[in-house]
């Protein structure tokens, strides 16, 4: 403990602030990786299926309710969104998924770039800090007593390693957990645009009347399927 102690004492203030954001990008981590590994998972097979069932059942609002009980999902949160407005044309449905959509982007983004900024400041920090020590080494060089100039120069020397080894220690883990993070976060839109856009689909197409020729007008009419009757 005394050794970190002393590593830090030696890094001077350009390692008090790498520690800083250290500590700040960690707890960004944890609160990101617990939202969208476990906050925002859910069992996306089970739970298509059952909306889709309730769909096709014309079981609407169960299928709202249901969607409701686990808004936390993105994707419950966006299939409900769709759902309020099935009663409405094709437009309207897709305009409730656009909407949808626009209230979980920014969730599922949230403070992800700070994670990217505190890597790169750090790094940056940790060459400020090494500038800083091969200043005071060249000072003493130059300037110190010649009974201090050992010291100071080794000084010098401990706050340019230990401030660029404190920065890269702290950039690295965090570049690669908002790699990873990032990639969860991808990997949530792109499930919520696949199901959303089929629940839409499903929604647009349930009652579907298909176009069939009444050879008795000459022209097109709409008839529901196995409901045409020819008079003998």
Do not use: W
Request: hydrophobic fraction near 50%.
């Amino acid at each position: 403990m005394s050794s970190i102690g002393e590593f830090l004492t030696s890094s001077g203030f350009a390692g008090i602030v790498i520690v800083a954001m250290g500590l700040a990008a960690l707890a960004i981590i944890i609160e990101r990786a617990r939202v969208l590994f476990f906050e925002y998972a859910i069992k996306t097979d089970q739970f298509m299926k059952q909306v889709k069932s309730l769909v096709l059942n014309d079981q609407v609002e169960e299928a709202i309710t249901f969607c409701a009980a686990n808004e936390k999902a993105p994707l419950a949160h966006v299939v409900k969104g769709v759902l309020q407005r099935a009663d409405r044309d094709d437009d309207g449905i897709n305009q409730g998924l656009d909407i949808a959509l626009s209230e979980i982007i920014p969730n599922l983004g949230k403070r992800l770039g700070y994670l990217a900024m505190l890597a790169n400041v750090a790094t940056l920090t940790g060459l400020l800090g090494t500038i800083h020590g091969l200043i005071m080494s060249f000072q003493a060089v130059s300037s110190a007593d010649p009974a201090q100039k050992q010291e100071l120069l080794a000084q010098g020397i401990s706050v340019a390693m230990n401030t660029t080894a404190l920065g890269l220690t702290v950039a690295i883990p965090v570049m690669i957990a908002y790699a990873i993070l990032h990639s969860r976060q991808n990997r949530l839109l792109e499930e919520v645009s696949e199901h959303s856009a089929k629940v839409v689909d499903l929604l647009t197409t349930r009652h579907y009347t298909p176009m069939v020729v009444n050879t008795d007008m000459g022209r097109l009419a709409t008839q529901p399927p196995h409901s045409a009757t020819r008079t003998a």
